[in-house]
T-cell receptor
Framework: GESVGLHLPTLSVQEGDNSIINCAYSNSASDYFIWYKQESGKGPQFIIDIRSNMDKRQGQRVTVLLNKTVKHLSLQIAATQPGDSAVYFCAERRGWGSQGNLIFGKGTKLSVKP | ETGVTQSPTHLIKTRGQQVTLRCSSQSGHNTVSWYQQALGQGPQFIFQYYREEENGRGNFPPRFSGLQFPNYSSELNVNALELDDSALYLC?????????????FGPGTRLLVL
């Protein structure tokens, strides 16, 4: 079935390095994508979003890249810090109403080594 | 902090019982969406309420029902609890139902069904 999935379930990086978390989506009708960060015992926290008419969007230390040709989304975190350790989810949205819910992948766990 | 609150934080029920979970949306938000997150999985959409009416539903049975009140707070009710209902229940609030409206999540209610 259609789904948003992640290539790597776990990612371990050294503090100060850059992190790249990847995500594949299968529904070409999806036109809005969001990255969430979820720390243990907490709800998902919005990081950054991107619309399908964009290829790249930058935030504070984070960049999201969208490649619609291969249906691929990535989250880049610059100068990764211990506080970035969490599970990261990409989610897609396909419209409003019954289509307006978020469809999440399984998540990638990011571990930052000091 | 997103300003979205949920109660209770934890709950233990037995199979066959009924449960009510509550959510207060962020100030100014009129839309609440509910998600179920099983351990190690991404959140799955249950339903969405907009201005006190259900505005979309995921693949969940009718024993999952909800309400939204005039102040836009919301309840999730689950009847005839099953063991598989054990999960983290998340609510997210947003303004309006435009598909690109960012959803902000609460901390969740952890439900354990014995």
């Amino acid at each position: 079935g259609e789904s948003v999935g992640l290539h790597l379930p776990t990612l371990s990086v050294q503090e100060g390095d850059n992190s790249i978390i990847n995500c594949a989506y299968s529904n070409s009708a999806s036109d809005y994508f969001i990255w969430y960060k979820q720390e243990s015992g907490k709800g998902p926290q919005f990081i950054i979003d991107i619309r399908s008419n964009m290829d790249k969007r930058q935030g504070q230390r984070v960049t999201v890249l969208l490649n619609k040709t291969v249906k691929h989304l990535s989250l880049q975190i610059a100068a990764t810090q211990p506080g970035d350790s969490a599970v990261y989810f990409c989610a897609e949205r396909r419209g409003w109403g019954s289509q307006g819910n978020l469809i999440f992948g399984k998540g990638t766990k990011l571990s930052v080594k000091p | 902090e997103t300003g979205v609150t949920q109660s209770p934080t934890h709950l233990i029920k037995t199979r066959g019982q009924q449960v009510t979970l509550r959510c207060s949306s962020q100030s100014g938000h009129n839309t609440v969406s509910w998600y179920q997150q099983a351990l190690g999985q991404g959140p799955q959409f249950i339903f969405q309420y907009y201005r006190e009416e259900e505005n979309g539903r995921g693949n969940f049975p009718p024993r999952f029902s909800g309400l939204q009140f005039p102040n836009y707070s919301s309840e999730l009710n689950v009847n005839a609890l099953e063991l598989d209902d054990s999960a983290l229940y998340l609510c997210a609030s947003s303004f309006g139902v435009q598909y690109q409206e960012t959803q902000y999540f609460g901390p969740g209610t952890r439900l354990l069904v014995l």
